[in-house]
Each structure stands twice: as structure tokens, then as C-alpha cells.
């Protein structure tokens, strides 16, 4: 008889299997001590072949309302006389509904996982670049643009001025002895004056217009689309005003000024080069002249 086992029981005094087979199910029988440790691998699913003594109830009801000579079987045990009896065909595979259900929950559970962490891998990423970026481009004490910014910002406006029929002008900020400054109330304070001239800067210029720190005490304002010189030499003229008030630090009045250079151009005479040499240039005239003023460069100088 072969069947799959359904049930087992070794804790009686008999070990019993149940099976089934087709429709019908039927039990078999070992007597205890006989089944020891080959009997604890049969599995429940697998597929049984058993043989021993075969004992039949039949269902005498059925089987008197049958046709004659068929016989309807109400129990059927098998009396196995050793483990050798039960010879396993075809063992329990492992890719159960429910293993197979478990197996999808984690590989689902894995993808969720690993796209959750792709993502969150490339907004780091994307985070470390913009933070990169910032920092490349923007100076870390005063967040004012570097001076490759400045450079790439003066490029594509030198470039466009043509187009726009309109002039630029630049102009170079260094403060009046900042040394000075450092070496009297120390470089915490001269970071709080170099701090607040660029805030100051910013706050008196157009929206338009780039503000960068060349390093040190120095910065260079870029502006653009200006139509009359003019302008420019009124820009110049409020951030001399603006940057001699003194900067307060812990309750102390720390005394700044600027010598400022302005340089213009119109726009068949734009030159990087050439407006980043003049308006150095008129800077330092403007310190020669007495600091805390602003020098516009010409040919010859103008007083101002």
C-alpha cells in the first residue's frame, strides 16, 4: 500500500502512521521498540510505500446495498513487523505553499530595503555634492562668492554687455589697516570685522550684482548692465559711507574704513584682464590719497 502520512504518534505504546491514499485513509502500525530512530525521519507529506500484514474492516451496510461482490472497506490497518516495512518513495519537498510565501515576504522585504537605502545613498550624495559645491564656490567666513566665481561671473558678463549695448564697472575694497585691527583686538575680532564689512557690502549694492572675497581684507563687487559711470562712482560713494561705522564686538566700537577702486568700461573696451589691473590699481591710488575714499581709474587720476 502507498500513501502520503498524514499523522504520526510515537508517544503510544505503538508507533502509528496515518495515510492517505487516493480516498481513502487508513493507518499502519509498528509495535513500539521496533521503530527507534528510523521512524522519527518519516516526515508528515511524504510518500509511503508500506507492507505487512493488512487487516480490512468492511462497512457491512455498504457493502450489503452494493452490487454482489464488491465490498466497501470501513477501516484498513496495515500490522508492520519491522521499519523495514515503510520504505519512503518520495520525501516532503521543502518548496511548501507557505515556505515559498515566506521566501516572497523577504525578497519583497530585501528589494523594499535596498531601494530605500539606494535612495537615501543618492540624496547623501547629492547633499555632499551641493555642500561641495557651496563650499567651493562661497568663502567660509563671510559666505561671499570665491574668486573663481567671480572670474566666471565677470566672463559671461563681459560676454553679454555687447549683446545688452551696456557697460560694466568693478570695484575693489580693501580695509584701512586691518592689520592694525588683528594685532590690537586679535583675529576673533578681525573675523567679526571682515564678517560684518561683507554683510554691509551686500546690503548697499543691487541684487544683480556678484560681491566676492579675493582673500584676506580684500573684496571685489562686479556690476553689471551699468548704462552711466556714474552709477558706479554713487555706488563706490555709499559703501565708503556705509563701511566707516564702526563694528561692535562684546561691547567694544571697533574703527573701520575702506580705500576703494573703481574701474569702468564701456562696451567696445571690455577686457578681463585689463579691468582687473586698473581697478587694482586705482585701489591703491585711493590708499596713496589718504584711505577711506575712492579713486575712479583714468588715464590720469581723478581726486575724488
Not at 56 to 73: C, F, R
Not at 150 to 171: M, N, V
Not at 237 to 253: M, N, Q, T, Y
Request: with cysteine; hydrophobic share 45%.
Amino acid at each position: 500500500m502507498e500513501g502520503q502520512l498524514v499523522s504520526r504518534d510515537f508517544a503510544s505504546a505503538d508507533t502509528r502512521l496515518v495515510l492517505n491514499s487516493g480516498r481513502l485513509i487508513f493507518s499502519a502500525i509498528l509495535p513500539h521498540g521496533l521503530g527507534g530512530q528510523v521512524s522519527t525521519g518519516w516526515k508528515i507529506g511524504s510518500i509511503l510505500r508500506i507492507t505487512g500484514i493488512c487487516s480490512v474492516q468492511l462497512d457491512e451496510e455498504k457493502t450489503s446495498s452494493e452490487i454482489l461482490g464488491v465490498a466497501v472497506p470501513k477501516t484498513l490497518r496495515i500490522l508492520m513487523r519491522s521499519p523495514a516495512d515503510v520504505v519512503v518513495t518520495q520525501d516532503i519537498s521543502w518548496w511548501t505553499p507557505v515556505h515559498m510565501a515566506v521566501l516572497l515576504a523577504l525578497a519583497l522585504c530585501c528589494t523594499i530595503a535596498v531601494l530605500a537605502w539606494v535612495l537615501i545613498l543618492r540624496r547623501r550624495i547629492h547633499e555632499s555634492e551641493e555642500q561641495f559645491r557651496h563650499l567651493a564656490q562661497h568663502d567660509t567666513l563671510t559666505g561671499l562668492a570665491t574668486r573663481l566665481v567671480l572670474e566666471d561671473r565677470l566672463k559671461h558678463a563681459l560676454e553679454a554687455a555687447p549683446c545688452r549695448q551696456s557697460g560694466l564697472a568693478i570695484l575693489m575694497l580693501d580695509m584701512d589697516e586691518f592689520k592694525k585691527i588683528n594685532d590690537t583686538f586679535g583675529h576673533r575680532v578681525g573675523d567679526e570685522v571682515l564678517r560684518v564689512t561683507a554683510s554691509r557690502i551686500v546690503e548697499n549694492v543691487r541684487k544683480s550684482d556678484t560681491v566676492a572675497r579675493m582673500g584676506g581684507d580684500e573684496f571685489v563687487v562686479l556690476l553689471p548692465d551699468m548704462e552711466d559711470p556714474i552709477d558706479a562712482e554713487g555706488i563706490a560713494e555709499k559703501l565708503v559711507v556705509a563701511l566707516s561705522a564702526p563694528v561692535s564686538f562684546h561691547g567694544r566700537d571697533v574703527p573701520v574704513s575702506v580705500s576703494v577702486g573703481v574701474c569702468t568700461g564701456a562696451r567696445d573696451e571690455l577686457n578681463v584682464d585689463t579691468l582687473l589691473t586698473n581697478v587694482d590699481a586705482a585701489m591703491y591710488e585711493a590708499k596713496k590719497h589718504g584711505r577711506n575714499g575712492y579713486r575712479v581709474y583714468r588715464p590720469k587720476f581723478v581726486q575724488v
